[in-house]
């Protein structure tokens, strides 16, 4: 069984993601467990803010999985520097999620339209649109990145019956903050 994800990139770029449904819950510790080797990486390949750098600067993929209860995201982010210095979280090294549970499109935020932000060395989940209620995350570095893995229960998202063919909308971008102040990159 899998549910079908559309992902946009800025409204430019879009295409079906495949996710494939599990029966192996992944532990939410940001790290890669076995389970995730199952599932294939989607690369974030679009600069959405600030200039090209090097893959060592900036880089990051994603995985994705789901039951009956939850919508897993495992996201690898590959940069130099980690940032945690600013009052406003896109300024700083930072990963959003966008889910749209209807996969309408709207131009702004509908009731079923959620933004979750998890920055860089930071406990806080930071909506902009939508309830944290269960919604579960763990951010661990490593000597050239960070891991973010996360846990969305349907029940939060509004989706109560997640099924097969179902199509939904969903974004993963990534802020970058080489040196501290505002945001140096951002992709999708």
Same mark, same amino acid.
């Given at each position: ?11 430019? %770029? *879009?295409?079906?993601? *495949?996710?494939?449904?599990?029966? %192996? ?5 940001? &790290? ?6 199952? $599932? &294939? !990486?989607? &690369? ?7 200039? !090209?750098? %090097?893959?060592?600067?900036?880089? !990051? +993929?994603?995985?994705? =999985?789901?039951? *009956?209860?939850?919508? $897993? ?16 979280? +896109? +300024? #700083? ?6 889910? #749209? ?9 509908? %009731?079923?339209?959620? *933004? ?30 960070? =891991? ?5 229960? +349907? ?8 099924? &097969? ?10 802020? #970058? ?6 945001? #140096?990159?951002?992709?999708?």
């Amino acid at each position: 069984i899998t549910l079908s994800f559309f992902c946009s990139s800025n409204g430019n %770029s *879009q295409s079906v993601l *495949q996710i494939k449904n599990t029966n %192996s819950v992944p532990v939410i510790d940001g &790290n890669l467990d076995a389970i995730w080797n199952n $599932y &294939n !990486a989607e &690369n974030l390949e679009k600069l959405l803010s600030g200039n !090209a750098v %090097s893959n060592s600067d900036l880089s !990051a +993929w994603f995985k994705a =999985t789901w039951d *009956q209860d939850n919508l $897993y995201i495992l996201v690898f982010v590959t940069d130099e520097s980690k940032i945690n210095d600013s009052g406003d979280v +896109w +300024w #700083d090294d930072a990963v959003e999620i966008y889910i #749209d549970i209807e996969n309408n499109k709207l131009t702004s935020y509908g %009731s079923t339209d959620y *933004q979750y932000t998890f920055r860089w060395n930071d406990l806080t989940i930071h909506p902009n649109n939508g309830g944290t209620e269960n919604v579960d995350f763990k951010i661990t570095g490593r000597p050239n990145g960070y =891991t973010l893995e996360t846990k969305f229960p +349907w029940a939060t998202l509004g989706e109560r019956n997640p099924k &097969n063919g179902t199509l939904l909308g969903l974004d993963v971008h990534v802020h #970058d903050d080489d040196d501290g102040g505002e945001r #140096d990159n951002k992709i999708s």
